[in-house]
C-alpha cells in the first residue's frame, strides 16, 4: 500500500464520519479505519465515494498507508477502549509519529497518556471536539493539548477543518490551550458551561409559559428577538427553532416540545466539573446547580407521586395570587423584559465562574492557559457559540490576569443594568412557586462575591467549639483557639 495519506482516523460513528469528510473536502488524502469493517465499506462506496479517501480493514493498513510523521486520530469512547487502541497502534508507529484522541475524555487521562507516549518517543494530542454532528461536517470548535511539538504536525489540518469567525470569517476556532490534558480540561468547562446556559434556558421559559401566560408560538417570536440582540446564540437560536416546530408523529398534532418528556438526560462532563471544582475549592455553583436539576428531572415517578400530595402556590387555582406580581413586574412584555436581563446576567455569572475555574486549573497544573484564547475557540462551531464570547476575549486580551470577569467594566454595567429585574423576576417566581434554581443560583454567587464579609466568621467558631479546627482574627495575625464551654453565657 501507498504511504500517501495525509490523516488517518479511527471510529467511523456520525461523528468520525463527518469529521472524515471535513478533512478530505479541505484538501487532504485521508486513511479510515472501524472496528466494525463493514463501516468503512459502506462509507467508501457512500458518502466518500469519488473523494480522496483510503478504506482499511486493520489499524496495520492505516498506518502504512500513512506519510511520516503519521498522524492518527482516534474517535472512539473514552475510557478503556481509548487505552486498548493505543496499545494496537504502538507496534506499528515510530517516534515522531502522533495519536490524537478527539473523544471527550477525562483529562488525567489524558495526562497519564501523554506521559506514557511521549515516553515511547511519540507525541500525543488529546482534543475537545464541540459543534456535535453539523460542526464536525462544516466547522467545529477545536481545543487541543498534548505535546507541544504535535502542535506544528497538526495545526494546519486543524485549523482548515476548524470553524471561522471574524469579519472575514478567516480566523479559525482553534488553537493551542497548552500541555497534557489542558485540551481536555477546556472543553469539559465548555460542556459544564453548557450544562448552565441550557438550564438557565429552560428556567427562562418556564417562566415566561407559567408567569407571563405566553403561548408556544409567542415564546417563539420572544426566542426570534432575543437571538437578535444581547443573548445571540446557538442555544438560543435552537430554542427558538424548537418552539416552531409541530409534532410529526403518525396521529400527532400541536407543539412537538409538548409532547417530549420532562426527564433530562447526561454524560456526566457537567459532573466532572463540578467534582472538580470541589476538588480545586473553587464555586462552579451553575454547574452543579445544572447537574442536580437534571437528576431531579430524572425522578420523574417521584415527582409525580410528591405532586398529588405536597402543596405550594398555583396561581390557576387562585387568581388572586398574580396581582401583586402585576404591580411587581407589571404588563406582560416588562417581564419577557425582565426575564431576558435575569437570563443575561446569570449567564454572565456563570461564564465567570467557568474562567475562574480554568484560572484555578491552569495554575494547579502549571498549563498557563490563555484565557482570551479559550473565549476565542468558543466563539463558533461550538455549542455554546455567542456573540458576547467575543466581549470575554476582549476582557482577558486587555486583562491577561482579570480575576473574574465580573469586575471587567462591560459586564459590571450589564449587572448593573439587570440585577433589579433579575430580582424581580425570582420574586415572581418564588411568590408564583415557580422553580429557578439556577437562576437563584446565579443572583446567590453575585451577592456573595460582591460581600466584603460573609457569616464563615459563624461557622468558623462553630468548628472550633466542636472540633477545635482553630480561627483567625480580623483584628491580629495568628491562629487562635478557645474553649468555647468556659466562653459561653451559662444556661440559666
Same mark, same amino acid.
Given at each position: 500500500?501507498?504511504?500517501?495519506?495525509? @490523516? #488517518?482516523?479511527?471510529?467511523?460513528?456520525?461523528?468520525?464520519?463527518?469529521?472524515?469528510?471535513?478533512?478530505?473536502?479541505?484538501?487532504?488524502?485521508?486513511?479510515? @479505519?472501524?472496528?466494525?469493517?463493514?463501516?468503512?465499506?459502506?462509507?467508501?462506496?457512500?458518502?466518500?465515494?469519488?473523494?480522496?479517501?483510503?478504506?482499511?480493514?486493520?489499524?496495520?493498513?492505516?498506518?502504512?498507508?500513512?506519510?511520516?510523521?503519521?498522524?492518527?486520530? /482516534? *474517535?472512539?469512547?473514552?475510557?478503556?477502549?481509548? %487505552?486498548?487502541?493505543?496499545?494496537?497502534?504502538?507496534?506499528?508507529?515510530?517516534?515522531?509519529?502522533?495519536?490524537?484522541?478527539?473523544?471527550?475524555?477525562?483529562?488525567?487521562?489524558?495526562?497519564?497518556?501523554?506521559?506514557?507516549?511521549?515516553?515511547?518517543?511519540?507525541?500525543?494530542?488529546?482534543?475537545?471536539?464541540?459543534?456535535?454532528?453539523? &460542526?464536525?461536517?462544516?466547522? =467545529?470548535?477545536?481545543?487541543?493539548?498534548? !505535546?507541544?511539538?504535535?502542535?506544528?504536525?497538526?495545526?494546519?489540518? @486543524?485549523?482548515?477543518?476548524?470553524?471561522?469567525?471574524?469579519?472575514?470569517?478567516?480566523? =479559525? +476556532?482553534?488553537?493551542?490551550?497548552?500541555?497534557?490534558? $489542558?485540551?481536555?480540561?477546556?472543553? /469539559?468547562?465548555?460542556?459544564?458551561?453548557?450544562?448552565?446556559?441550557?438550564?438557565?434556558? +429552560?428556567?427562562?421559559?418556564?417562566?415566561?409559559?407559567?408567569?407571563? #401566560? *405566553?403561548?408556544?408560538?409567542?415564546?417563539?417570536?420572544?426566542?426570534?428577538?432575543?437571538?437578535?440582540?444581547?443573548?445571540? !446564540?446557538?442555544?438560543?437560536?435552537?430554542?427558538? %427553532?424548537?418552539?416552531?416546530?409541530?409534532?410529526?408523529?403518525?396521529?400527532?398534532?400541536?407543539?412537538?416540545?409538548?409532547?417530549?418528556?420532562?426527564?433530562?438526560?447526561?454524560?456526566?462532563?457537567?459532573?466532572?466539573?463540578?467534582?472538580?471544582?470541589?476538588? *480545586? &475549592?473553587?464555586? !462552579?455553583?451553575?454547574?452543579?446547580?445544572?447537574?442536580?436539576?437534571? $437528576?431531579?428531572?430524572? $425522578?420523574?415517578?417521584?415527582?409525580?407521586?410528591?405532586?398529588?400530595?405536597?402543596? #405550594?402556590?398555583?396561581? $390557576?387555582?387562585?387568581?388572586?395570587?398574580?396581582?401583586?406580581?402585576?404591580?411587581?413586574?407589571?404588563?406582560?412584555?416588562?417581564?419577557?423584559?425582565?426575564?431576558?436581563?435575569?437570563?443575561?446576567?446569570?449567564?454572565? +455569572?456563570?461564564?465567570?465562574? #467557568?474562567?475562574?475555574?480554568?484560572?484555578?486549573?491552569?495554575?494547579?497544573?502549571?498549563?498557563?492557559?490563555?484565557?482570551?484564547? +479559550?473565549?476565542?475557540?468558543?466563539?463558533?462551531?461550538?455549542?455554546?457559540?455567542?456573540? @458576547?464570547?467575543?466581549?470575554?476575549?476582549?476582557?482577558?486580551?486587555?486583562?491577561?490576569?482579570?480575576?473574574?470577569?465580573?469586575?471587567?467594566?462591560?459586564?459590571?454595567?450589564?449587572?448593573?443594568? !439587570?440585577?433589579?429585574?433579575?430580582?424581580?423576576?425570582?420574586?415572581?417566581?418564588?411568590?408564583?412557586?415557580?422553580?429557578?434554581?439556577?437562576?437563584?443560583?446565579?443572583?446567590?454567587?453575585?451577592?456573595?462575591?460582591?460581600?466584603?464579609?460573609?457569616?464563615?466568621?459563624?461557622?468558623?467558631?462553630?468548628?472550633?467549639?466542636?472540633?477545635?479546627?482553630?480561627?483567625?482574627?480580623?483584628?491580629?495575625?495568628?491562629?487562635?483557639?478557645?474553649?468555647?464551654? %468556659? *466562653?459561653?453565657?451559662?444556661?440559666?
Amino acid at each position: 500500500m501507498s504511504a500517501d495519506c495525509d @490523516f #488517518g482516523l479511527i471510529g467511523l460513528a456520525v461523528m468520525g464520519e463527518n469529521l472524515a469528510l471535513n478533512v478530505e473536502s479541505r484538501g487532504y488524502r485521508i486513511a479510515v @479505519f472501524n472496528r466494525t469493517v463493514e463501516k468503512v465499506d459502506e462509507l467508501i462506496a457512500g458518502r466518500a465515494k469519488g473523494k480522496n479517501f483510503v478504506g482499511c480493514h486493520s489499524v496495520k493498513e492505516l498506518v502504512a498507508s500513512l506519510k511520516r510523521p503519521r498522524k492518527v486520530m /482516534m *474517535l472512539v469512547k473514552a475510557g478503556a477502549a481509548v %487505552d486498548d487502541l493505543i496499545e494496537q497502534l504502538l507496534p506499528h508507529l515510530e517516534p515522531g509519529d502522533c495519536i490524537i484522541d478527539g473523544g471527550n475524555e477525562f483529562f488525567e487521562n489524558t495526562e497519564r497518556r501523554t506521559k506514557y507516549i511521549e515516553g515511547k518517543g511519540l507525541l500525543y494530542v488529546g482534543t475537545g471536539v464541540s459543534g456535535g454532528e453539523e &460542526g464536525a461536517l462544516k466547522g =467545529p470548535s477545536m481545543m487541543p493539548g498534548g !505535546s507541544p511539538a504535535a502542535w506544528p504536525l497538526v495545526k494546519p489540518i @486543524f485549523q482548515a477543518i476548524a470553524a471561522k469567525v471574524g469579519p472575514n470569517e478567516d480566523i =479559525p +476556532c482553534c488553537e493551542w490551550v497548552g500541555p497534557r490534558g $489542558a485540551g481536555h480540561y477546556v472543553k /469539559m468547562v465548555h460542556n459544564g458551561i453548557e450544562y448552565g446556559d441550557m438550564q438557565l434556558i +429552560c428556567e427562562a421559559y418556564q417562566l415566561l409559559a407559567d408567569v407571563a #401566560g *405566553l403561548s408556544n408560538d409567542e415564546i417563539y417570536e420572544v426566542f426570534a428577538q432575543w437571538n437578535r440582540g444581547e443573548l445571540q !446564540s446557538y442555544l438560543i437560536e435552537i430554542t427558538r %427553532d424548537i418552539f416552531s416546530a409541530m409534532d410529526d408523529q403518525p396521529g400527532g398534532s400541536g407543539h412537538l416540545v409538548d409532547k417530549i418528556l420532562d426527564v433530562a438526560g447526561a454524560k456526566g462532563t457537567g459532573k466532572w466539573m463540578s467534582q472538580l471544582a470541589l476538588d *480545586l &475549592g473553587v464555586p !462552579s455553583t451553575l454547574v452543579t446547580t445544572a447537574v442536580y436539576a437534571r $437528576a431531579l428531572s430524572a $425522578a420523574k415517578e417521584a415527582r409525580v407521586r410528591a405532586s398529588k400530595v405536597l402543596s #405550594g402556590p398555583n396561581p $390557576a387555582d387562585n387568581p388572586t395570587l398574580g396581582q401583586p406580581i402585576k404591580q411587581l413586574v407589571g404588563a406582560k412584555q416588562d417581564f419577557v423584559e425582565a426575564v431576558r436581563l435575569a437570563l443575561y446576567a446569570s449567564k454572565i +455569572c456563570s461564564y465567570a465562574q #467557568g474562567f475562574v475555574q480554568l484560572q484555578a486549573a491552569s495554575a494547579e497544573h502549571k498549563w498557563d492557559l490563555n484565557y482570551g484564547d +479559550c473565549a476565542l475557540l468558543w466563539r463558533g462551531g461550538c455549542i455554546i457559540r455567542a456573540q @458576547f464570547l467575543d466581549r470575554i476575549k476582549e476582557a482577558f486580551d486587555e486583562q491577561p490576569n482579570l480575576e473574574n470577569l465580573l469586575l471587567f467594566p462591560y459586564f459590571k454595567e450589564i449587572i448593573d443594568k !439587570s440585577q433589579a429585574a433579575w430580582r424581580r423576576v425570582l420574586i415572581a417566581a418564588t411568590h408564583l412557586g415557580v422553580p429557578a434554581p439556577a437562576f437563584s443560583t446565579a443572583l446567590g454567587y453575585y451577592d456573595s462575591y460582591r460581600r466584603e464579609r460573609l457569616p464563615a466568621n459563624l461557622l468558623q467558631a462553630q468548628r472550633d467549639y466542636f472540633g477545635a479546627h482553630t480561627y483567625q482574627r480580623v483584628d491580629r495575625p495568628g491562629t487562635f483557639h478557645s474553649e468555647w464551654l %468556659d *466562653l459561653r453565657k451559662q444556661p440559666s
